[in-house]
């Protein structure tokens, strides 16, 4: 979905009194989360670990038309709970309340699981499961006050059901998926909504360009599509979507599951044969069952 298709089915104010956290911000997929709430009407946050990638969002939230007074930066770190605290305490701070936490903050590369270090697996499951958690917990407070607070969690779809050399990142993700049920179970009677998303192959994004080594982005794509499919790789815009959609009231009754934006791609399996021989194939079948038949008469 492209940013046009975007104005066609949500109005421009659908987040307007809404603020939103998003963590990491920065770049990538979490940027793009972050301009199209603010571009729809929400007061955001981004929260990352280098300023320079924050600056970088504040300035596209500009160019987009968003006022200076309705998009802010934290410097920080989701895996210390510290961290997450203060940037929780920042937005409350400045904009008066938080309705939205988006967990977006992630890392992944491609690994063998034998050369895999403890201290790489760690690092990976502290980025995506224990930052999820520590900023979830540290939202907590300001989401129950506001009695319609929502927590998006940006997942994946390699950990359905196991993808190669990232057995890292996939117990990352299916940890940060029970952490969206457990919560959903435990903090909707304070009119919290926790949902996950979770996106397919995103073309133009950081993360993608790490998983694809070094083959022509154009050429990636083309492999990458034929293996989804509606037949094309994801936008940014496309997950952008799918957020507005959570946050905004049309979401208020979903909680506790995760919508994956990925074209199909994790349900792919190669043909048994080609489209256009199936039914030449399947009349060949038929004769030949006939004839058996005819023959035991």
Not at 26 to 41: D, F
Not at 162 to 191: M, N, P
Not at 196 to 203: D, H, K, L
Not at 214 to 240: C, F, H, L, M
């Amino acid at each position: 979905m492209d940013s046009a298709s975007i104005q066609r089915v949500f109005r421009r104010d659908v987040c307007t009194g809404r603020v939103a956290l998003v963590t990491g911000g920065g770049s990538g997929i979490g940027q793009e989360i972050a301009v199209k709430l603010a571009e729809y009407g929400a007061k955001v946050a981004v929260f990352g670990r280098r300023e320079s990638a924050l600056q970088s969002t504040m300035s596209l939230m500009r160019e987009r038309g968003v006022p200076e007074g309705s998009c802010m930066f934290v410097q920080g770190d989701v895996r210390s709970s510290e961290s997450a605290d203060n940037a929780v305490a920042q937005v409350v701070a400045r904009f008066s309340k938080l309705d939205v936490l988006v967990n977006s903050a992630a890392g992944n590369f491609l690994a063998l699981a034998e050369k895999l270090s403890t201290n790489a697996f760690r690092t990976v499951m502290e980025i995506d499961a224990i930052g999820t958690f520590n900023m979830s917990r540290a939202a907590f407070e300001p989401l129950k006050s506001s009695g319609d607070g929502r927590i998006i969690n940006i997942t994946a779809t390699l950990q359905l059901p196991a993808t190669w050399y990232q057995v890292h990142a996939s117990a990352a993700k299916a940890a940060v998926d029970s952490i969206t049920r457990s919560l959903a179970l435990e903090w909707g009677r304070f009119g919290i909504r926790i949902t996950g998303v979770a996106p397919g192959p995103i073309a133009d994004t950081t993360g993608t360009a790490k998983l694809g080594g070094d083959v022509d982005p154009e050429e990636r794509n083309k492999s990458v599509a034929s293996k989804i499919p509606v037949g094309r790789v994801g936008a940014k815009t496309d997950i952008a979507a799918a957020v507005l959609y959570l946050v905004s009231p049309v979401g208020n009754f979903v909680s506790g599951d995760v919508l994956i934006v990925d074209g199909g791609h994790y349900l792919y399996k190669k043909p048994v044969m080609p489209r256009e021989t199936l039914e030449s194939w399947s009349k060949k079948m038929e004769k030949k069952s006939r004839v058996t038949a005819d023959s035991k008469l």
